[in-house]
């Protein structure tokens, strides 16, 4: 239909053409057999040409749209057959001239990226060292000041620590390691390293006895804990409690680390996983939110295979849930909850 409409002038001007022939033999007085006849052979010396010529050209665009719909669409003339009619022609020329710039731009694009994401590694690595030679430096001068610039201290380590995550986060699959993993170990290093603004924020801890095993990359889930951790410091309530809870099934392993805080307001909920998004808390808050913490959490989960999910009440507090499936990776539905926990003091 679209060949038809492409040619509707040249079948409009061959029936004209048709009527007027016929008006004038039987104006002639011509017999009307041969009329007819003289009419179909017209007809098909019309529609013939132009069947033939749709038959090619049909191939010719099928084989366009089939390719450009893989991801191979930037190589497309080299996989189109080599077509016979002029405009065919023309728009391979083209198209090999575009592909072959446009590969060029893209292979100039990912070195200066991969070039920039080294740089970016290389400073972290670099800046980590007047870090830690800070904190020595405090711990051989203790009081007030120290203390407040070991917070300090303690923010600009994460925030360099999100920068690296995030920086590696496009090839995550270059430095991920995947092992056998005590769920409660890695859960305990995250505890740990957030151990002095836990207890600077008099939290109460409530972590439950199990033994799961999953398989993963142990610093990658104790970054995206961290993440996890590192929020419900940041938006804690006066008197606040976390929780970690852990539940085995069939065909998964299900991680739940819940907080009593401010909680996330409804309208909030469908876009905190997006990249630099703040939502009403993080504009309110003392410490202003980057909006990345969540988007990297999720962004490396899918990375590893994993799932996770974010369930919330205003004033309440908020529970995320990780997701460690057993053997192949797969989608799961309908999973929630946690264990009995029991508390434990933070040390």
Not at 43 to 48: E, N
Not at 128 to 133: G, H, R
């Amino acid at each position: 239909m679209e060949y038809v409409r492409d040619r509707a002038g040249e079948l409009a001007g061959g029936a004209v053409s048709m009527v007027f022939a016929g008006a004038l033999l039987m104006a002639l007085g011509v017999d009307g057999r041969a009329i007819g006849l003289l009419e179909l052979v017209l007809a098909v010396c019309l529609l013939l040409p132009l069947l033939a010529d749709w038959l090619r050209r049909w191939r010719f665009y099928r084989a366009v749209e089939e390719t450009g719909d893989g991801p191979d669409g930037l190589f497309l003339p080299d996989a189109l057959p080599e077509p016979d009619f002029w405009e065919g022609e023309l728009l391979c020329r083209r198209l090999g001239e575009l592909g072959r710039a446009g590969n060029d731009r893209l292979g100039q694009a990912r070195r200066e990226s991969r070039e920039y994401r080294e740089y970016v590694e290389t400073w972290i690595h670099e800046v980590k060292t007047p870090i830690a030679s800070a904190r020595l430096l405090l711990e051989n001068h203790p009081g007030t000041l120290a203390d407040a610039l070991e917070e300090e201290l303690f923010q600009i380590d994460r925030y360099v620590e999100q920068a690296l995550f995030y920086a590696r986060s496009g090839t995550a699959e270059r430095d991920y390691r995947v092992r056998t993993m005590a769920l409660e170990e890695s859960v305990r290093a995250a505890v740990r390293q957030y151990a002095r603004p836990l207890i600077r924020a008099g939290f109460r801890l409530e972590l439950g006895e199990w033994k799961a095993t999953v398989y993963t990359d142990p610093k990658w889930v104790e970054f995206i804990l961290g993440q996890l951790l590192a929020n419900a410091v940041q938006y804690r309530s006066e008197q606040p409690v976390l929780r970690f809870a852990c539940r085995c099934e069939r065909d998964a392993v299900l991680l739940t680390v819940a907080d009593n805080g401010i909680g996330i307001p409804a309208e909030d909920l469908p876009r905190v996983f997006d990249k630099g998004f703040t939502g009403a808390n993080g504009r309110r808050a003392a410490q202003r939110s980057t909006g990345l913490g969540l988007y990297l959490c999720q962004k490396l989960c899918a990375r590893l295979g994993l799932a996770i999910r974010l369930d919330s009440q205003p004033g309440q507090g908020t529970e995320v849930t990780l997701v460690f499936p057993r053997g192949r990776f797969h989608q799961l539905e309908d999973w929630a909850g946690s264990a009995p926990a029991e508390q434990m003091p933070v040390e």
